[in-house]
């Protein structure tokens, strides 16, 4: 049984729209309540759009959909399915809403569970404004993360990064951002049904989740109707998966360089989001594509290099023309021929066959021509930022094979500012000992070309505090970890050791030879430290390594608090194709962030410790 | 499949307490507790009730179809002539259904235009987002009616692929059987000729002009089968393809004919505003000419004040040069 999340979340979302009541495929009796209302907020409209498009609404016999804040008119005789998140705004406008009696029923169903108090705040508004007739129904659907793809899926909590790492953040604060990142996964837990187990490496961000999240699921499975008795049958741990939980200091290196294979480049240069992509179209507009596993190029060839892919849309364009040209010969429809008359028979078919095969065939130059216009764009955006020699020397700078002028004409050469501090941050990481003045010529460069270091400081700083706590007393573990405790999400004690195995010439990322080892449960050095919990198992046991735990998992779920990015995502579905058997593993994160996005995000946290460049203010943002 | 969790009953607890803490009293609490177990029954406009009944007629199509299904496809159960009865029956029950959405499109566009008669003044039963919800649920009738009319169609083309199939080799067949037919008598022919041949001569010269005019007439009838077989099998092709093309054509009419709706209203438009330019290029050169009176005028009168002052600028006391 391979797990579906995409699936899954589409299926709850159908039986929300169908009022909660289980989908009977075969009625044909009208339901009563067959015409509804959708009602959603921002957040929400974010889950259902990549899974369901407006014309699969009206086949659940939606009629219009709209906006909470937006205002609205009453639309009597009709019931309203609300699907919200439980914030007090949101239960003031139901509130006014029911007052007005907009609708004739109300169904709400809050994305995640509702507080207590706000549940009570909806019951007394509802009882002044004399309403509670109007209230039909209220669920908790635990459906508030965006799936992307089968096996993606991301809880779009911004800035989760900065928060963690904020020099001046504070215990509440901290926990506030570990409570809802438990919630996001409890959510996407409670989808699959699934109750797995988790492990994380020591210290952290990645603990505190990880023994939050396992609180959380004990006191769940104690109360007595509780989301996973369906699988209560599964007890025996090969069938269950394993959640793996890292934070994002694991390995910093992924998230800032420059890829080239298709998903990561198109979601880097251009953009994308929620699946979709704005380019500019040949004849100068704006034109919105969609890119999802519904699209057979994107899902064939989301993780080939650029030049392949280039390859690929051309063997397309030629198999489409020669089908073409064949419909074409045998309906003659290019040259007129005359219809023999024996052949008629024969012609006809041709004919009937033919205008079928047409929509079809018109879908594919659809899809061609998509992509076609997506990589005459990036191909664009390339040559402009020379990207291919980035990606060429920043392999050769993780291998260490990288010449020190090579590295001087990279930041030099062309490229935007952003390219630039992704290229020295990366030297930074990778560089073993940090030669001072090789640091401040590629600082003097940054400047330069006027690029505000501010994040290339924090990382210096990063890795200075790492340089001087691991030369004190690197072989003993208790000391990184009580100093990883004291630096909440400042210990990337892991950093040298991710490095150092990324240099063994082998392209795997830490993150992907780390989840190999814990699914296959052989003893590896990397991971022997890592922590286990069970949520199914007595309280007493926890402590104990049973090696049933670690036993080889058929399925993982990996989770990256602090931002992922499609390289890992693809990265790791390469890794699961590898195994024998090939084994299946759903890919999550806070955010999905492009290198941009996550050096910025640095930037604001090199700016908070101070060290931003004091100079260059008016080249900032 | 994962569940939702219901929450009513943590719902009803909360409007109990809070109910008590307004201190409502019994018989409030009770009627406000039954609310939720009783549900008034919703006032359902015109609108809807018709709207419901069409949905259920496209139901009853949808079970008519499907029950019939085994029957129509299968080649041995049912005649040609029952079959040609589903159809009609089908397609007459299709057009009920889409006369009865076209009837509720007419309404919706009814009640559009007498709200907006009345000088713009809406009332409260016909606003934008009730009119938009009943155009949704005309969308989704026709949706509806339109999947089933397909699946209705994907068994006619099945239908007719047959009818062409089992025509060619019917064809092929009575080629051969013909030729048999028409090599065998010749045969006979040759046979019956010796042994007749020291009968009676005359007889037998009557006897062959009369196999001679059997057989041209057998040729010819065979002939003419043949030809009324061939344009049996290409009327069956042609219906066929006819109903390929109108199941196309019917699926792009609307879309055709909006398209000419929006050309006509284009060209109006254009025609409207090359009035509107000509206009304003009257008014220009109107406004032109105008301009050049009022110029002209004053440099007129300029020119003859100063023409007066040189005239009588040395009879002209001094004071009154100084005021002009």
Same mark, same amino acid.
């Given at each position: 049984?391979?797990?579906?999340?995409?699936?899954?979340q589409?299926?709850?979302?159908?039986?929300?729209?169908?009022l909660?009541?289980?989908?009977n495929?075969?009625?044909? /009796?009208?339901n009563?309540?067959?015409?509804k209302?959708?009602?959603?907020?921002?957040f929400?409209q974010n889950?259902?759009?990549?899974?369901?498009h407006?014309k699969?609404?009206?086949?659940?016999?939606?009629t219009?959909?709209f906006?909470?804040?937006?205002?609205?008119?009453?639309v009597h005789?009709?019931?309203?399915?609300?699907f919200v998140q439980?914030?007090?705004n949101?239960?003031?406008?139901?509130?006014?809403?029911?007052?007005?009696?907009?609708?004739?029923s109300?169904h709400?169903?809050?994305s995640t569970s509702?507080?207590r108090?706000?549940?009570?705040?909806?019951?007394?508004?509802?009882l002044?404004s004399d309403?509670?007739?109007?209230?039909?129904?209220?669920?908790?659907q635990?459906?508030?993360?965006?799936?992307?793809?089968?096996?993606?899926?991301?809880?779009?909590?911004?800035?989760?990064?900065?928060?963690?790492?904020?020099?001046?953040?504070?215990?509440?604060?901290i926990?506030?951002?570990?409570?809802?990142?438990?919630?996001?996964?409890?959510?996407?837990?409670?989808?699959?049904?699934?109750v797995?187990?988790i492990?994380?490496?020591?210290?952290?961000?990645?603990?505190?989740?990880?023994?939050?999240?396992?609180?959380?699921?004990r006191?769940?499975l104690?109360?007595?109707?509780n989301?996973?008795?369906?699988a209560?049958n599964?007890?025996?741990?090969?069938?269950?998966p394993?959640?793996?939980?890292?934070d994002?200091?694991?390995?910093?290196?992924?998230a800032?360089?420059?890829?080239?294979?298709?998903?990561?480049?198109?979601?880097?240069?251009?953009?994308?989001?929620l699946n979709?992509?704005?380019?500019?179209?040949?004849?100068?507009?704006?034109?919105?594509?969609?890119?999802d596993?519904?699209?057979?190029?994107?899902?064939?060839?989301?993780?080939?290099e650029?030049?392949a892919?280039?390859e690929e849309?051309?063997t397309?364009?030629?198999?489409?023309k020669?089908?073409?040209?064949?419909?074409n010969?045998?309906t003659?429809? /290019?040259?007129?021929?005359?219809?023999?008359?024996?052949?008629?028979?024969?012609?006809?078919?041709?004919l009937?066959?033919?205008?079928?095969?047409?929509?079809?065939?018109?879908?594919r130059?659809?899809?061609?021509?998509?992509h076609?216009?997506?990589?005459?764009?990036?191909?664009?955006?390339?040559?402009?930022?020379?990207?291919?020699?980035?990606v060429?020397?920043?392999?050769?700078?993780?291998?260490g094979?990288?010449?020190?002028?090579?590295?001087?004409?990279?930041?030099k050469?062309p490229?935007?500012?952003?390219?630039?501090l992704?290229?020295?941050?990366?030297?930074?990481i990778?560089?073993?000992?940090i030669?001072?003045?090789?640091v401040?010529?590629?600082?003097?460069?940054?400047?330069?070309?006027e690029v505000?270091?501010?994040?290339f400081?924090?990382?210096?700083?990063?890795?200075?505090?790492?340089?001087?706590?691991?030369?004190?007393?690197?072989?003993?573990?208790?000391?990184?970890?009580?100093?990883?405790?004291?630096?909440?999400?400042?210990?990337?004690?892991?950093?040298?050791?991710?490095?150092?195995?990324l240099l063994?010439?082998?392209?795997?990322?830490?993150l992907a030879r780390?989840?190999?080892a814990?699914?296959?449960?052989?003893?590896?050095?990397?991971?022997?430290?890592?922590?286990?919990f069970?949520?199914?198992?007595?309280?007493?046991?926890?402590?104990?390594?049973?090696?049933?735990?670690?036993?080889?998992?058929?399925?993982?779920?990996?989770?990256?608090?602090g931002?992922?990015?499609?390289?890992?995502?693809?990265?790791?579905q390469e890794?699961?194709?590898?195994?024998?058997?090939?084994?299946?593993?759903?890919?999550?994160?806070?955010e999905?962030?492009?290198?941009?996005?996550?050096?910025?995000?640095?930037?604001?946290?090199?700016?908070?410790?101070?060290?931003?460049n004091?100079?260059?203010?008016?080249?900032?943002? | 499949?994962?569940? *939702?969790?219901?929450?009513?009953?943590?719902?009803k607890?909360a409007v109990?307490?809070?109910?008590?803490?307004?201190?409502?009293?019994e *018989?409030?609490?009770?009627s406000?507790?039954a609310? %939720?177990?009783?549900?008034k029954?919703?006032?359902?406009?015109? %609108?809807?009730?018709?709207a419901l009944?069409?949905?259920e007629?496209?139901?009853?199509?949808?079970? %008519?179809?499907?029950?019939?299904?085994?029957?129509?496809?299968?080649?041995h159960?049912?005649?040609?002539? =029952?079959?040609?009865s589903?159809?009609?029956?089908?397609?007459?029950f299709?057009k009920?259904?889409?006369e009865?959405?076209?009837?509720?499109?007419?309404?919706?566009n009814?009640?559009?235009?007498?709200?907006?008669?009345?000088?713009?003044?809406t009332?409260s039963k016909?606003?934008?987002d009730?009119?938009?919800?009943?155009?949704?649920?005309?969308?989704i009738?026709?949706?509806?009616?339109h999947?089933?009319? *397909?699946?209705?169609?994907?068994?006619r083309?099945?239908? %007719?692929?047959?009818a062409i199939?089992?025509a060619m080799?019917?064809r092929?067949?009575?080629?051969?059987?013909?030729?048999?037919?028409?090599?065998t008598?010749?045969?006979?022919d040759?046979?019956?000729?010796?042994?007749?041949?020291?009968?009676?001569?005359?007889?037998?010269?009557?006897q062959q002009?009369?196999?001679? =005019?059997?057989?041209?007439?057998?040729?010819?009838l065979?002939?003419?089968?043949?030809?009324?077989? =061939?344009?049996e099998?290409?009327m069956?092709?042609?219906? *066929?393809?006819?109903?390929l093309v109108?199941?196309h054509?019917l699926q792009?009419?609307?879309?055709?004919e909006?398209?000419?709706?929006?050309?006509? =209203?284009?060209?109006?438009?254009?025609?409207?505003?090359?009035?509107?330019?000509?206009?304003?290029?009257?008014?220009n050169?109107?406004?032109r000419?105008?301009?050049?009176?009022f110029?002209?005028?004053?440099?007129?009168?300029?020119?003859?004040?100063?023409?007066?002052?040189i005239?009588?600028?040395?009879?002209?006391?001094?004071?009154?040069?100084?005021?002009?």
């Amino acid at each position: 049984m391979s797990l579906n999340l995409r699936q899954k979340q589409t299926e709850c979302i159908a039986r929300m729209l169908n009022l909660n009541q289980p989908i009977n495929a075969s009625s044909t /009796t009208a339901n009563e309540e067959v015409y509804k209302i959708l009602i959603y907020d921002r957040f929400c409209q974010n889950i259902l759009s990549p899974l369901i498009h407006v014309k699969d609404l009206r086949k659940h016999g939606v009629t219009l959909y709209f906006l909470i804040d937006k205002d609205r008119n009453p639309v009597h005789d009709v019931p309203a399915v609300y699907f919200v998140q439980p914030t007090p705004n949101n239960i003031n406008r139901i509130l006014s809403d029911a007052s007005r009696s907009l609708y004739h029923s109300f169904h709400l169903n809050f994305s995640t569970s509702i507080p207590r108090p706000l549940l009570e705040n909806l019951a007394s508004g509802t009882l002044a404004s004399d309403s509670i007739q109007r209230i039909s129904k209220v669920h908790d659907q635990y459906l508030e993360f965006i799936t992307l793809e089968d096996n993606l899926f991301s809880l779009a909590d911004k800035s989760c990064f900065v928060q963690l790492n904020d020099p001046s953040a504070g215990d509440r604060e901290i926990e506030g951002i570990v409570e809802k990142v438990v919630n996001g996964l409890f959510c996407v837990l409670a989808t699959l049904a699934i109750v797995p187990i988790i492990r994380c490496p020591r210290g952290g961000p990645a603990e505190m989740v990880a023994s939050a999240l396992d609180q959380r699921l004990r006191d769940h499975l104690l109360s007595k109707n509780n989301l996973f008795s369906e699988a209560g049958n599964f007890v025996s741990s090969f069938q269950r998966p394993v959640l793996c939980i890292f934070d994002r200091n694991f390995e910093l290196a992924v998230a800032i360089q420059h890829d080239f294979r298709y998903r990561p480049l198109v979601h880097d240069v251009l953009g994308l989001r929620l699946n979709r992509l704005n380019v500019q179209g040949e004849k100068g507009g704006m034109r919105s594509y969609e890119l999802d596993s519904s699209d057979p190029f994107w899902a064939a060839n989301g993780s080939l290099e650029f030049p392949a892919v280039a390859e690929e849309i051309e063997t397309q364009l030629n198999k489409y023309k020669k089908d073409v040209d064949e419909v074409n010969k045998r309906t003659g429809g /290019t040259h007129g021929a005359e219809f023999d008359g024996t052949d008629l028979i024969g012609n006809t078919k041709h004919l009937m066959n033919a205008v079928n095969s047409l929509p079809e065939l018109t879908e594919r130059k659809q899809v061609i021509d998509k992509h076609t216009n997506i990589a005459t764009t990036l191909l664009s955006e390339i040559k402009q930022r020379a990207l291919n020699n980035y990606v060429k020397t920043e392999n050769a700078m993780m291998r260490g094979t990288l010449e020190w002028k090579d590295l001087l004409g990279v930041l030099k050469g062309p490229g935007t500012k952003m390219d630039k501090l992704r290229f020295a941050i990366l030297y930074l990481i990778s560089s073993e000992t940090i030669n001072q003045s090789e640091v401040d010529t590629v600082e003097a460069a940054l400047r330069e070309s006027e690029v505000d270091t501010a994040a290339f400081q924090y990382v210096k700083k990063i890795k200075a505090l790492n340089a001087s706590f691991a030369s004190a007393n690197s072989a003993s573990r208790s000391n990184i970890v009580d100093w990883a405790e004291k630096l909440y999400g400042q210990s990337i004690s892991a950093v040298t050791a991710g490095v150092k195995n990324l240099l063994s010439g082998d392209k795997q990322l830490a993150l992907a030879r780390a989840v190999e080892a814990l699914i296959e449960g052989r003893p590896n050095p990397e991971i022997d430290s890592y922590l286990i919990f069970d949520p199914r198992a007595p309280k007493s046991g926890s402590g104990t390594s049973s090696s049933h735990l670690k036993g080889p998992f058929k399925e993982a779920i990996v989770f990256m608090i602090g931002g992922g990015n499609y390289v890992e995502y693809c990265s790791l579905q390469e890794l699961s194709q590898q195994q024998q058997p090939p084994k299946h593993i759903i890919y999550g994160a806070t955010e999905l962030l492009t290198g941009v996005d996550f050096v910025e995000q640095l930037t604001v946290l090199g700016q908070k410790m101070g060290l931003g460049n004091v100079a260059s203010t008016s080249s900032a943002q | 499949m994962a569940r *939702a969790r219901d929450r009513t009953e943590d719902f009803k607890d909360a409007v109990r307490h809070s109910a008590r803490s307004l201190g409502y009293d019994e *018989a409030k609490l009770a009627s406000v507790m039954a609310s %939720f177990i009783i549900h008034k029954p919703p006032q359902r406009s015109p %609108f809807s009730k018709a709207a419901l009944k069409t949905l259920e007629s496209i139901g009853e199509l949808e079970e %008519f179809l499907s029950k019939h299904r085994k029957d129509y496809m299968d080649l041995h159960r049912t005649t040609e002539k =029952e079959r040609d009865s589903i159809e009609h029956e089908v397609s007459v029950f299709v057009k009920t259904c889409q006369e009865q959405i076209d009837v509720l499109k007419n309404s919706i566009n009814q009640e559009e235009e007498t709200s907006k008669g009345w000088l713009g003044i809406t009332t409260s039963k016909a606003n934008a987002d009730t009119i938009a919800h009943k155009h949704g649920v005309v969308l989704i009738l026709s949706e509806k009616l339109h999947s089933v009319s *397909a699946q209705f169609d994907k068994l006619r083309a099945v239908r %007719f692929q047959e009818a062409i199939n089992r025509a060619m080799p019917r064809r092929k067949l009575n080629r051969l059987t013909k030729k048999d037919s028409i090599e065998t008598p010749k045969s006979d022919d040759v046979e019956l000729g010796e042994p007749s041949e020291l009968h009676n001569e005359p007889l037998r010269v009557q006897q062959q002009l009369l196999d001679d =005019e059997t057989r041209a007439l057998q040729v010819e009838l065979s002939n003419l089968l043949d030809t009324v077989q =061939e344009t049996e099998t290409k009327m069956v092709e042609m219906s *066929a393809l006819n109903h390929l093309v109108s199941t196309h054509v019917l699926q792009q009419a609307q879309q055709i004919e909006h398209l000419y709706e929006q050309a006509v =209203e284009a060209t109006k438009n254009v025609e409207l505003g090359n009035k509107e330019l000509s206009q304003a290029i009257q008014r220009n050169s109107s406004s032109r000419t105008f301009l050049i009176l009022f110029l002209f005028l004053n440099v007129h009168r300029e020119t003859r004040t100063r023409n007066l002052f040189i005239e009588y600028g040395e009879t002209m006391p001094f004071e009154l040069l100084l005021i002009g």
